[in-house]
């Protein structure tokens, strides 16, 4: 997307552009858990619209307040589980973002602005945003770039979770069905660790036989 801005006037004018996104959640399986996202400063903040189901309701909740952030926004959006939908300005070092509930739990707006730029007469300028709308698959989003693969929750360990996403994609390249996919990723996994689990096993079943003796 780009917008371009003329000053056709005879006195220098101040031009800000903002563009404006609708989060709506819809009430479908897909959107059990959905938020608004944006990536500043190399940290990912994340904003409920809809939060995942918790133990005891501890769980954060749908944002209820407005958050601003201002400067290095490298891309925000909307998000699923599974799938990402981005904007990414071509500036992010000039760029903010507001994210405003409007039904906590239901809508929300999300907010992409650049500065205000002083405009001379006859003078222009013009402001490019590119657009992400798929799933959350590392090579695609490492293709787009931008810090865009910080979507992907990667949980305590990193390098882990990594490595299983790569297994998940390698092993479907071949079989061309996830399910299939992650039963052989299953498989392999409890044969690599059947050993370690026979061993275990062996040394319940010593201590099973030193119990009794124990307690005379």
Known sequence: LRVEVTNGSTAAVAS????????????????????????????????????????????PGAAKEPTTLTGNVDWVGAQTR??????????????STRFTP?????????????????????????????????????????????????????GWFPPLTRFFTWLLTATH???????VAIILITILVRLLLAPLMARQMRSMKRMSVLQPRMKE
């Not at 479908?28 to 608004?36: C, H, K, N, Q, T």
């Not at 599974?82 to 760029?95: C, E, G, K, S």
């Not at 390249?173 to 399910?179: E, F, K, P």
């Open 16 to 59: 800000s552009f903002v563009t404006t996104w609708p989060v709506t959640l819809r009430h479908s399986d897909d959107f059990r858990e959905f938020s608004a996202v944006a990536y500043q400063d190399g940290a990912l903040h994340n904003y409920f619209v809809k939060a995942p189901s918790s133990f005891l309701g501890m769980g």
């Open 82 to 95: 599974y799938f990402l939908a981005a904007i990414l300005p071509d500036n992010p070092r000039d760029a």
């Open 102 to 154: 409007i039904d906590p739990g239901d809508t929300a707006l999300l907010e992409v602005g650049f500065g205000r730029a002083e405009l001379p007469p006859g003078g222009g300028l013009d402001r490019e945003l590119r657009v992400y709308l798929g799933p959350k698959e590392p090579a695609r989003l490492d293709g787009v770039g931008a810090h865009l693969d910080a979507a992907i929750a990667k």
């Open 173 to 179: 390249a071949v079989v061309r069905n996830y399910g």
